[in-house]
């Protein structure tokens, strides 16, 4: 019997137990701790948003404020230059930011680690050399004038109605950064963060998902600069430096990485404390620099870091089909089946001055089990690594269903029809089995992410039917009882089964399976066999790299060996076995003239 969603935990409760109380500070408090409780609020905003690009997406962005100082200048100058009204100004403040995180973002986040933080820094300090050095911007000396909002007739103006205002922004972002982290972009952003070449092969367009983190993110850090604005009337410069990007990152990393109760923590900590520490004078800021060191050493995953295990499906199961009928892709006819599904003519793949494949040429027919054998060193890997896009072949020609293949990134082969596994295992290992399977299934969904996000009768429909589909590949792999169990947590061979699972929840026309009996015990690759049969009657074509001889003879319509780069055998398992060359490539020796030692090599080659 499968397990439901869990009810909200703790951590939940206890952030809206916060929000409530936060809700309600303005009926007892004096305008100093208003003033600073504000502060916490814009913090918490800028946090979450940046919590969009570091924690979920796992991109190192030192230019933040760059996003902050864009909103806050975009309200300022339409307000004071062309009297529109603080609402007014918020689409335009949104729509600035996120132009902004497109231009830095998208030929920037082809960068990763070092060289990305390297980029966004310099942007964030462009940024606030140019709002110093222009006329329009007032320069060092800022803008001044800038008009309260109003609501209703009502002036925005005092601490409490402006804190008002801010926590109402605050729940806005909350909600809207809740609902990202759940939906499938959030999922995509995590496999990124785990595995991004894993996340690519699997059907995540990853440019393009770190594009949208980074967008998503500038959108909340205008808002953010809007609110920042109305609540001085003034603006400059100064608070937007290098200090205030750290100091936000400080926020999301104290807190911790990816949770949303982590930053709002972080947010109080980060602005609230150094006030509470204020009859120390200047000791002040030393000590609770000293502090954060100090907290950083003894918990390094955050004061509330995100919960690593996730729920099995939100939506009600009980209404959807069982496993196997919506998850499985329709068997060919039989006037398909034997047709050729994918040519390979003179592949060639070169490192340097080291030929990994050397010319060689094969078809894939629907419907069969194609066994790629061969020494370690053959090429066999090389080869699945072209086909799937992870590199680029030198030369040759790749044709799926008549058109070229190659040249594209993975994830665009994965949408096409063609899914692999990994010679050593790659999930993602921070997420459930379920959620691992949920994401390489999740380029099928067609439901836009507003509608997702909003909740439609639609968006929810297709989630419900999206997730029995994941648990039913979970099923037919076994692995339907340990859905909510953490990846990395699995025992070996149901991690391999996982992988497996995975690539199939794309709905294949093909699967690369490289080496998915390594590690197993006999028991395990009896149960393999039986899988990659299971796999074969669903419709979906099988090419399968595998040194498990006695597996490759007993599941294997065809076998194509390969040694040194190059194709030294093609045909059946019988005559595979027979053939000279391949006994030679296998035991390192042509001497024909021992005939005990050859019978010996060849029952331990192909088992017994």
């Not at 947590?489 to 009996?517: F, H, K, M, T, V």
Request: hydrophobic residues 50%.
């Amino acid at each position: 019997m499968r397990a439901t969603a869990s009810m909200p935990a703790w951590p939940t409760l206890a952030t809206v137990a916060l929000l409530a109380v936060a809700i309600a500070l303005p009926a007892f408090s004096s305008n100093y701790l208003i003033d600073v409780a504000l502060t916490i609020v814009t913090y918490s905003i800028l946090g979450l948003g940046l919590n969009i690009v570091v924690g979920y997406a796992g991109l190192l962005d030192l230019g933040y404020a760059a996003f902050f100082a864009i909103g806050a200048y975009t309200t300022a100058l339409l307000e004071t230059l062309l009297g529109f009204s603080f609402w007014e100004t918020l689409p335009f403040s949104l729509g600035f930011a996120g132009v902004s995180g497109i231009v830095i973002g998208y030929p920037t986040l082809r960068l990763r680690s070092d060289y990305l933080a390297i980029v966004t820094l310099g942007f964030g300090e462009i940024t606030r050399i140019v709002a110093t050095n222009l006329e329009i911007t007032g320069g060092p000396n800022g803008i001044y004038g800038i008009a309260s909002p109003g609501l209703f007739g009502y002036e925005i103006s005092s601490p409490r109605a402006v804190y008002e205002l801010g926590m109402a922004f605050l729940i806005v972002v909350l909600l809207f950064a809740v609902r990202l982290g759940r939906s499938r972009l959030g999922r995509a952003w995590t496999s990124i963060r785990e595995d991004e070449a894993a996340a690519e092969a699997v059907g995540v367009a990853t440019l393009r998902v770190k594009l949208l983190a980074y967008v998503m993110g500038a959108l909340i850090g205008g808002i953010a600069g809007s609110l920042f604005a109305a609540r001085f009337g003034t603006i400059d410069p100064t608070g937007f430096t290098y200090l205030q990007s750290v100091t936000i990152l400080i926020v999301v990393v104290l807190g911790g990485r990816g949770s949303i109760p982590g930053v709002i923590l972080g947010a109080i900590i980060v602005a609230g404390v150094p006030e509470m520490l204020r009859f120390l004078n200047l000791w002040r800021i030393f000590g609770f620099a000293v502090a954060l060191v100090v907290l950083m050493l003894l918990r390094p995953q955050g004061l509330w870091p995100v919960r690593a295990r996730r729920a099995l499906p939100r939506a009600d199961l009980s209404a959807v089909p069982p496993a196997g009928a919506p998850a499985a892709p329709v068997p060919p006819s039989a006037a398909a089946a034997g047709e050729t599904l994918l040519e390979v003519s003179d592949l060639t793949c070169r490192f340097g001055g080291v030929m990994a494949i050397g010319g060689i040429s094969f078809v894939v027919r629907s419907g069969e089990i194609l066994a790629l054998i061969g020494p370690n060193g053959a090429g066999k890997t090389t080869v699945f690594n072209c086909l799937t896009g992870v590199i680029r072949a030198s030369g040759g020609r790749m044709l799926w269903g008549g058109s070229p293949l190659g040249g594209g990134a993975p994830h665009r082969n994965v949408h096409r029809g063609i899914a692999r596994t990994f010679q050593g295992i790659r999930l993602f290992g921070h997420m459930s089995a379920f959620e691992n399977v949920l994401t390489g299934m999740d380029h099928r969904l067609h439901t836009p992410l507003l509608a997702e996000l909003a909740g439609t009768p639609s968006a929810r429909a297709e989630a419900a039917e999206h997730e029995a589909q994941g648990m039913s590949w979970l099923d037919m792999v076994g692995l339907g009882g340990r859905a909510s169990e953490y990846a990395a947590d699995l025992p070996y061979g149901d991690q391999r089964r996982l992988e497996i699972a995975r690539a199939l929840a794309s709905n294949p026309r093909l699967i690369l399976l490289d080496e998915p009996a390594a590690g197993m015990n006999p028991t395990e690759k009896q149960a393999l066999m039986e899988l990659i049969r299971r796999i074969r009657a669903l419709g979906v074509t099988v090419l399968l790299i595998e040194h498990d001889m006695t597996l490759v003879m007993g599941v294997s319509d065809r076998i194509i060996v390969m040694d040194h780069g190059v194709m030294i055998a093609e045909g059946p398992p019988a005559q595979i076995q027979s053939d000279a060359r391949v006994i030679d490539a296998y035991l390192g020796t042509a001497e024909e003239d021992d005939a005990s030692n050859a019978a010996d090599g060849e029952e331990s080659l192909w088992g017994s």
